[in-house]
């Protein structure tokens, strides 16, 4: 079952990785709906990071359904609903993580970056 599961992973992570690189896609859906939720700045460094970490994500998500969906001895036309709950489930709760993980790191990028004591008020007089 492990065996399967990392076969699946590597060749899913493989080729969603190494299209995006092929084609230079500069923009992935992924991001922009972590950007668009979690309200998080965009910047080039953080979108060319989480193509890595969306693809294994990808391949995470696509590889744990895929080796569940094998393993189960149910007929195919229930195999293939439970396969859809399962994706939009865990599509939804990883890249949830994800968006928090992110927004934590902004913030603590934020509260680095301001120093109070650096800014002196004057007063009118």
């Known amino acids: 079952m492990i ?5 699946i992973y590597i060749i899913i992570f493989l080729l ?9 896609v500069l923009m992935i859906n992924e991001y922009d709906y972590l950007i668009a939720r979690f309200k998080l700045k965009d910047n080039d460094k953080e979108r060319k990071r989480s193509k890595l970490i969306c693809s294994l994500l990808n391949a995470l998500i696509i590889s744990l359904v895929s ?3 094998i393993y189960i001895k149910w007929s195919l036309y229930l195999k293939f609903p439970l396969a859809f709950v399962l994706l939009v489930i865990l599509i939804y709760t990883i890249y949830g ?3 928090i993980i992110l927004r934590s790191k902004q913030n603590e990028k934020k509260g680095k970056g ?3 004591k650096s800014k002196s008020k004057t007063s009118k007089k």
């Open 3 to 7: 065996t399967v599961f990392l076969v």
């Open 97 to 99: 993580l994800y968006g």
């Open 16 to 24: 969603d990785y190494f299209l995006l690189k092929r084609f230079k």
């Open 114 to 116: 301001s120093n109070p």
């Open 67 to 69: 080796t569940f969906i």
